[in-house]
């Protein structure tokens, strides 16, 4: 029976992308089939529950099912993840003019991340401002920009409204990925020059491609070993890897997710179990 | 790396993460270097399984060129991967002919312009019945050149970029054709402004031409037997034309069609030496087109008078008398001319009489 993975359609492109990948791991002899949800909450749910064989998690998502999994006694393993995911940092940028000089500076002010539910642009960074002495919603206001909930950030939009939010002026200081930092201002959402970092997280990992115990070892090894051969070089692989945005597989590893277990448990966003508990999140 | 921006480093660790570069951030005793960077494999293995796509010049054509190539110059490094053209004459020996630069050269350096190369202000006050004749045949060789136009760049759009000698010469074909549309349209228009008649026949004849599928029978029957026939054509109209316009269309025209004749007959002959069954598949297709028009009524009959008169130069019995023996001449020069290509083509002369006898009354 075909390993059936599930996947969040975040964009129309992941149709193109897992019908792609699908169609390459049949070829080459390993029956894969995949099902799309809209949000990464049912996923993590029935990856945990054993109604899907594999899931393309997000960060939060890994948790919330290794959390609900662990719970029901079941076991899930990070088989690999893209060489993109590996020791990302977020970064939480002021206006170049502003009179900031490092996070203490902010205390009072008003900080813009970007969706509830978004590891990069809301979790994380409220969480290591906590870590440094700025509690979010005590010592410094949170606007966020609710775009795509549910997505765990996967949509770019909240990302890019905190951004413009702050070229605006209406907050003093607004939280992204580090690429997105990158790519707003080749887009031109910040204006070259116009912005300045102020500080940067520690490294973290971003998405897995988690695997329940619903197939055995041996399906597992072969499945991580598969997508390990998948190369670059490859003319049919190239187009895809190029769509999700890696170059290589890596091996799955969980030391990039400590920050984010503590992120969830201070704002209570799941609970032990792995059941909702964020106030007003509504994927 | 060495740079003064301060977010040189935020901005180039993501950069090279999302390329497949490694980066290293530089200690403090680093002397200006803020981050140390190992090259990723991704740029190289774009290109690991890449290949020429044969080589520039004509004798790097390969026998069958890969689809994926598609629109690439010939001898470019090619990525691999990527869509494929939606051509469907690929082989060499399908398209090919040694003969294609050289005739693309020619005819590229032949290409005139109808405003200057014909002397349109020339005085051409003709009797009616003349001017008539003139202005019927300028509308039967109009429709026909409109066929002409059409058959090759049909034919360019299904061949492989790869030949690209081949299509150079089949879009020069097209345009010479676009030229001969106008300066024929134009010499009919010259002293009425009214066009003469266009037969079913006429159409019907046509039309076999456009529905052949087939590259080779395509360009047999249009530029070996049917342009062939319009040399001679050409010729007579040349050689009857009661004014200059009329002569100097012809001639620019005739210039033109040889080199499409050549050119058919030269791609056939490459073929023939690779594929014995072909001159039986020519055989066939002038027979069933043969058989496609029996029912059909021939040269439109009004182009046949209008060849009788313009060649009698008078609506005179004497003069009838001369014209109708002159297109009976016609006639025989392009059966002889007909059973000549053949002949060069491989055919033993008597069935390549036979199968010239077979072609479509309406010349093309
Ligand atoms: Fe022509
Ligand atoms: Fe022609």
């Given at each position: 029976m075909a390993l059936l993975m599930g996947a969040v359609a975040y964009d129309p492109k992941v149709v193109t992308i897992w019908g792609g990948f699908r169609s390459w791991f049949n070829e080459h002899g390993f029956p894969f089939d995949f099902v799309l949800y809209s949000n990464y909450e049912r996923q993590a749910e029935d990856l945990a529950n054993g109604r899907i064989d594999a899931a393309w998690n997000s960060p939060l998502a890994w948790i919330r099912s290794r959390r609900l999994a662990e719970a029901n006694r079941r076991r899930l393993t990070p088989v690999v993840m893209r060489d993109?995911?590996?020791?990302l940092t977020s970064v939480i940028v002021v206006r170049a003019g502003s009179p900031y000089k490092d996070l203490a500076d902010l205390k009072g002010e008003t900080v813009a991340v970007g969706a509830?539910?978004?590891?990069?642009?809301?979790l994380l960074p409220c969480s290591f401002l906590a870590a440094k002495g700025l509690q979010p919603g005590v010592d410094v206001a949170v606007r966020r920009?609710?775009?795509?909930?549910?997505?765990h950030g996967d949509h770019i939009g909240g990302e890019r409204d905190a951004a413009r939010a702050l070229a605006a002026g209406t907050v003093a200081a607004a939280c992204m990925i580090d690429s997105n930092h990158l790519l707003f201002g080749r887009e031109g959402t910040l204006a070259a020059g116009s912005t300045r970092v102020l500080a940067q997280t520690p490294p973290f990992d971003h998405c897995n491609m988690t695997l329940g115990d619903t197939v055995s070892t041996e399906v597992m090894n072969g499945f991580r070993d598969l997508l390990l051969t998948m190369s670059y070089a490859d003319p049919q692989v190239r187009p895809l890897f190029d769509l999700e945005g890696l170059t290589s597989w890596q091996a799955g590893r969980t030391s990039g997710y400590r920050a984010l277990e503590t992120a969830v448990d201070e704002t209570s966003f799941y609970s032990e179990e792995g059941a909702v508990a964020a106030v007003g999140y509504q994927p | 790396m060495a740079g003064l921006d301060p977010a040189l480093v935020v901005h180039l660790e993501a950069w090279c993460r999302s390329k497949g570069h490694r980066t290293q951030r530089a200690d403090e005793n680093d002397d200006g270097v803020r981050a140390w960077i190992t090259r990723g494999r991704t740029d190289l293995d774009r290109w690991a399984l890449a290949e020429r796509a044969g080589r520039p010049g004509p004798d790097g054509i390969v026998a069958r060129p890969r689809?994926?190539?598609?629109?690439?110059?010939?001898g470019a490094l090619i990525e691999p991967g990527g869509p494929e053209i939606a051509a469907d004459l690929i082989d060499r020996d399908l398209v090919w002919a040694e003969l294609a630069p050289s005739l693309y050269a020619h005819a590229a350096s032949a290409q005139w312009d109808p405003a200057q190369a014909?002397?349109?202000?020339a005085e051409v006050r003709l009797a009616p019945d003349i001017e008539r004749a003139v202005v019927q045949i300028m509308t039967f060789l109009v429709e026909n050149e409109q066929a002409a136009l059409v058959v090759p760049a049909r034919l360019l759009a299904r061949?492989?970029?790869?030949f690209r000698e081949v299509i150079q010469l089949l879009a020069a074909q097209a345009a010479d054709e676009a030229r001969h549309v106008e300066i024929f349209t134009r010499r009919a228009l010259l002293t009425g402004g009214e066009m003469g008649t266009s037969s079913v026949s006429g159409r019907e004849s046509l039309a076999t031409l456009l529905t052949e599928p087939d590259f080779s029978l395509a360009s047999f029957l249009l530029s070996v037997l049917g342009e062939g026939s319009f040399l001679n054509l050409l010729t007579f109209i040349d050689r009857h034309a009661p004014d200059p316009v009329t002569r100097e269309v012809a001639r620019l025209a005739r210039q033109d069609e040889a080199r499409h004749v050549a050119f058919g007959v030269a791609h056939l002959q490459h073929q023939g030496k690779v594929d014995t069954s072909l001159l039986g598949r020519l055989r066939g297709a002038v027979e069933q087109r043969h058989q496609t028009l029996i029912s059909s009524a021939g040269l439109n009959q009004d182009v046949f008078d209008a060849l009788v008169v313009l060649a009698a130069g008078e609506w005179t019995p004497g003069g009838i008398r001369r014209g109708y023996a002159a297109v009976q001449e016609l006639q025989i020069e392009m059966d002889e001319g007909r059973r000549h290509r053949l002949v060069r083509l491989g055919f033993p002369g008597d069935e390549a009489a036979e199968l010239s006898a077979l072609h479509t009354r309406n010349f093309m």
């Open positions: 993109t995911d590996r020791d509830i539910d978004s590891p990069q642009a809301t920009f609710d775009v795509g909930v549910g997505l | 689809l994926h190539w598609g629109l690439a110059a010939r014909v002397r349109w202000d061949i492989h970029p790869h």
